[in-house]
T-cell receptor
Framework: AQTVTQSQPEMSVQEAETVTLSCTYD???????LFWYKQPPSRQMILVIR??????QNATENRFSVNFQKAAKSFSLKISDSQLGDAAMYFC?????????????FGKGTHLIIQP | DGGITQSPKYLFRKEGQNVTLSCEQN?????MYWYRQDPGQGLRLIYY???????QKGDIAEGYSVSREKKESFPLTVTSAQKNPTAFYLC????????????FGQGTRLTVV
């Protein structure tokens, strides 16, 4: 079975600074997808960024980027120029590739605090 | 607007009663999912469905049941057999295309007293 591990229960960063959230995963599959979701106090799950395992290039979405190390099974999220609105729980998630409807496997989350 | 609607937002039930959580989507998505979230935990998969009249157990299906009679609807019943039903429940859907991400509803907070 696949597992996703987020080793940082809580992180704190000053506004406008950069922070990196860690995620490691375990799988025997070669085709899969990785995601970072944000859950603000409203509890709505919002997709931040996704990475296809077959792509060597790291995904980037504005201030959010990932460092995908396939051999090490590591998938960290970097948030640049942190803003107060970035404060939330962040979840790393894995889904097997292929055409099935498999669900996501989530880590336990990292609570990100933004200090003004 | 297109989206996923979960209702109600808050639900209170007495111990031993079955309760049904609603999930409706108008995104024309094929696959639908139910997740459970407990404090300090990530989301865990309860059930999922790829097409109408077909669904599969997830990691924690015991004490839950689902149906998929319409593409747009995927209700979850929390039965009296679920030993610890108090939790936050999230419904999600996604198109049946390779690589697409899941979209989530706003969740239902179930409290059993």
């Amino acid at each position: 079975a696949q597992t996703v591990t987020q080793s940082q229960p809580e992180m704190s960063v000053q506004e406008a600074e950069t922070v990196t959230l860690s995620c490691t995963y375990d799988t025997s599959e070669s085709d899969y997808y990785l995601f970072w979701y944000k859950q603000p106090p409203s509890r709505q799950m919002i997709l931040v960024i996704r990475q296809e395992a077959y792509k060597q290039q790291n995904a980037t979405e504005n201030r959010f980027s990932v460092n995908f190390q396939k051999a090490a099974k590591s998938f960290s999220l970097k948030i640049s120029d942190s803003q107060l609105g970035d404060a939330a729980m962040y979840f790393c998630a894995y889904r097997r590739g292929g055409g099935g409807a498999d669900g996501l496997t989530f880590g336990k989350g990292t609570h990100l605090i933004i200090q003004p | 607007d297109g989206g996923i609607t979960q209702s109600p937002k808050y639900l209170f039930r007495k111990e031993g009663q079955n309760v049904t959580l609603s999930c409706e989507q108008n995104l024309n998505h094929d696959a639908m999912y139910w997740y459970r979230q407990d404090p300090g935990q990530g989301l865990r998969l309860i059930y999922y469905s790829q097409i109408v009249n077909d669904f599969q157990k997830g990691d924690i299906a015991e004490g839950y049941s689902v149906s998929r009679e319409k593409k747009e609807s995927f209700p979850l019943t929390v039965t009296s057999a679920q030993k610890n039903p108090t939790a936050f429940y999230l419904c999600a859907s996604r198109p049946d295309r390779v690589g697409t991400e899941a979209f989530f509803g706003q969740g239902t907070r179930l409290t059993v007293v």
